[in-house]
């Protein structure tokens, strides 16, 4: 009989199960149990992580009771989308396809359909991977999260929400609680490009933009990226190149080069800085130019 290595990925360690119904409780909760617990929304991360045996909390607090934390609202600044909205009611949404193009384009390309039915926006976003989709299309949109704790409510930017890989700027006993995006303008454009393995893998990298064209010169843009430094990241500095020129091909050719500079990938690994750097300064070409003759 040959040797064969057998693991059982349906064994879990034992932990410690709450489910609190108020952000309050989830809150103290969590800062009291503090690195050992681990908070739920969708599971599609902490469970795959705990069968895997990558990670072991002693502690999972649910955050599915806790009314007010999910849907998608249209508001006189924009809209907000809480925290346990899934991946799959912001790809459906027709408030977000007619009005929000971006935040469709970076939801429906994460995983597979029964992902997205269990995947929260919230959940994606508190993971802090570098190559979280919907991190990408609302770094791009200027999102802003919003925040609860033990000494109440705050509001951070996206782009300065992310520290690290797996790390946020949530202190103990923080949630997430919703993010909101202001209005669109109206004539803006979206794009969104990434690169897989595979077409439901992780982005290898990614790019979201948004744009307002004004007679065929650039008046604003962002642009934001995945999988290309240790957190999703925003190239400013490439965005500031941008403002107030027209999108010649001289012009878009600088900006690619730019753009591949700013970016901050691993120089070494599977897919390597160089690769990205290509990458980069293809998807800057096929945006602008789609920008040009939109």
Not at 46 to 66: D, T, W
Not at 223 to 251: I, N, Q, S, Y
């Amino acid at each position: 009989m040959p040797n064969i290595n057998i693991h059982n990925t349906h064994i879990i360690s034992d932990f410690e199960y709450y489910a609190p119904e108020t952000l309050q409780e989830a809150s103290k909760l969590l800062k009291e149990l503090g690195k050992d617990a681990a908070a739920l929304a969708g599971g599609t991360e902490v469970i795959v992580k705990m069968k895997e045996g990558s990670r072991r909390p002693k502690h999972i607090v649910n955050l599915k009771k806790i009314p007010g934390l999910s849907g998608i609202k249209e508001t006189s600044d924009g809209i907000e989308i809480g925290a346990l909205t899934t991946i799959r009611e912001i790809e459906t949404s027709p408030l977000i396809k007619e009005k929000y193009p971006i935040l469709y384009q970076s939801a429906k390309v994460l995983g597979s359909v029964q992902i997205r039915n269990r995947a929260t926006v919230g959940g994606n976003i508190c993971n802090a991977s570098p190559c979280a989709d919907t991190a990408v299309g609302l770094l791009s949109a200027e999102g802003v999260a919003h925040i609860s704790g033990p000494d109440g409510e705050r509001k951070v930017p996206l782009v300065d929400f992310f520290l690290g890989p797996g790390r946020t700027v949530l202190a103990p006993g923080e949630i997430l609680t919703s993010i909101t995006v202001p209005k669109m303008a109206p004539n803006s454009k979206s794009t969104f490009n990434r690169v897989a393995r595979a077409s439901m893998d992780l982005a290898t990298i990614s790019l979201g933009a948004v744009a307002t064209m004004k007679n065929g010169v650039v008046d604003d843009v962002k642009l934001a990226w995945g999988t290309v430094a240790p957190t999703p990241m925003r190239t400013k500095d490439v965005e500031e190149f941008l403002k107030g020129k027209k999108l010649t091909d001289e012009v878009i050719n600088e900006t690619a080069e730019l753009a591949s500079k700013s970016i901050k990938p691993r120089e070494k690994g599977r897919s390597n800085g160089p690769y990205k750097r290509r990458v980069a300064k293809g998807f800057i070409v096929e945006t602008l130019s789609k920008l040009r003759e939109s």
